[in-house]
């Protein structure tokens, strides 16, 4: 048997029940359709204590946040990275806008794959192109998902 040339491994550091397939398979198809015949990702799932931590370290944000994205190494056709996600805003944000929290899940890992393989949210113009092709992701696993802006809600996210 041939090893993958998208080695993807999953650390779970939190409480909730995880099955992490999906979130590999996401990321798998990312790296092909973006030309990267090699990768490897590491996902680790945390809690929001955790993530806090980690944000205010490495972007000095002292909050909590759903993707944290690392590019470690990268050339033309590989790539290593690394994402920090937290389940627990998962859950939050999933519960206030009427989603499955695996689905919110599934897309803070899709965002955050986008940023390793260089896609971005900084204006107007990239942050459409993020979100079709966030939508396209959820959409090849039959996830039409609802953003949290869709709703016209003040709250921080």
Partial sequence: MTASPHNIEVS??????????????????????????KSELSIALVDDASIRVLNNQYLQ??????VISFVIEASEDSIVGQLIVSTETAQRVATRIGVPWEHELLLYVVHGTLHL???DDVDESSAEKMRAAEADYLGRFDIAHVWETDLETTEDH
């Fill in 117 to 119: 393989v260089g896609l």
């Fill in 61 to 66: 944000h002292d909050y909590a946040t759903d």
């Fill in 12 to 37: 779970d550091d939190q409480q909730l029940p995880v099955d992490p397939s999906l979130l590999v398979a996401a990321a798998t198809e990312i790296f092909k359709d973006f030309g990267f015949e």
